[in-house]
Antibody, heavy 120, light 108 residues
C-alpha cells in the first residue's frame, strides 16, 4: 500500500525558513517523480515544485522559484522541501504527491498535508 | 506558462443529475490532462488520467474527454458522495503542472 507521510509544517515569521519532509513507503521510491502542491486557506490547488525519480531534474512555479528547493534522498525514501524567505502568501497546506512515472507531475497518491503558517 | 480555465466555478445539482465540468487550456496540450476530486479537509484524489482514462477504483459514472485545448469531466448520475470540489490539471511539459481554479459541486 502506497503511503506518504508529510511533516514539518509550523508557524514561522515572515523571512524565516522551514523544511518539510515526506516519508514514502509501499512503492519503489526512486522510480517515480514527486511533487509538492499547496492550498492556501479557502483557495484552490497550486502545483509548486517537482523532482524526477533520480533527482537529476527539478522544476518550480514562478511563485517560489529562487526561494524554495526540492530534493530527495532515495536511500531513505524521503522527499524534502526547503522553504526560505517565507512570505505571508506562502501560508497553506502543503501536500507531497507521487508522480505516475519518473518524470510526471500527474499525481496518483497524496500525503495528508502539513500546514505552514507565515505570520508575525 | 500554460493556463487552465475551468468552468463553472460552482454548480448546484441534484442526486441523479448529469454534471459536466469544462477546462480550457491556453495552448494545445494533447491529452495531458488529469482530473481530481477533493472533499473538505482531505487530500485530492485522482479520478481521470490522460484526459479519458479512469483511474483504478473510480466508479464508472465518471468519464473524461477532450484533446488539444478543450476537456470535460462528466458525472453521468450524481451520487451523494460526489458532492466535492473538482480540479483539472495539465502536465504537458515534463515536471511542470498547473491546476484549473476548481469547480465546487453542491447539493441543490
Amino acid at each position: 500500500e502506497v503511503q506518504l507521510l508529510d511533516s514539518g509544517g509550523d508557524l514561522v515569521q515572515p523571512g524565516g525558513s522551514l523544511r518539510l519532509s515526506c516519508a514514502a513507503s509501499g512503492f519503489t521510491f526512486s522510480s517515480y517523480a514527486m511533487s509538492w502542491v499547496r492550498q492556501a486557506p479557502g483557495k484552490g490547488l497550486e502545483w509548486v515544485s517537482g523532482i524526477s525519480g533520480s533527482g537529476d531534474s527539478t522544476n518550480y512555479a514562478d511563485s517560489v522559484k529562487g526561494r524554495f528547493t526540492i530534493s530527495r534522498d532515495n536511500s531513505r525514501n524521503t522527499l524534502y522541501f526547503q522553504m526560505n524567505t517565507l512570505r505571508a502568501e506562502d501560508t497553506a497546506v502543503y501536500y507531497c504527491a507521487k508522480g505516475r512515472y519518473s518524470t510526471s507531475a500527474s499525481l496518483d497518491y497524496w500525503g495528508q498535508g502539513t500546514l505552514v503558517t507565515v505570520s508575525s | 506558462d500554460i493556463q487552465m480555465t475551468q468552468s463553472p466555478s460552482s454548480l448546484s445539482a441534484s442526486v441523479g443529475d448529469r454534471v459536466t465540468i469544462t477546462c480550457r487550456a491556453s495552448q494545445s496540450i494533447s491529452n495531458y490532462v488529469y482530473w481530481y476530486q477533493q472533499k473538505p479537509g482531505k487530500a485530492p484524489k485522482l479520478l481521470i488520467y490522460a484526459a479519458s482514462n479512469l483511474q483504478s477504483g473510480v466508479p464508472s459514472r465518471f468519464s473524461g474527454s477532450g484533446s488539444g485545448t478543450e476537456f470535460t469531466l462528466t458525472i453521468s448520475s450524481l451520487q451523494p458522495e460526489d458532492f466535492a470540489t473538482y480540479y483539472c490539471q495539465q502536465t504537458y511539459i515534463s515536471l511542470q503542472a498547473t491546476f484549473g481554479g476548481g469547480t465546487k459541486v453542491e447539493i441543490k
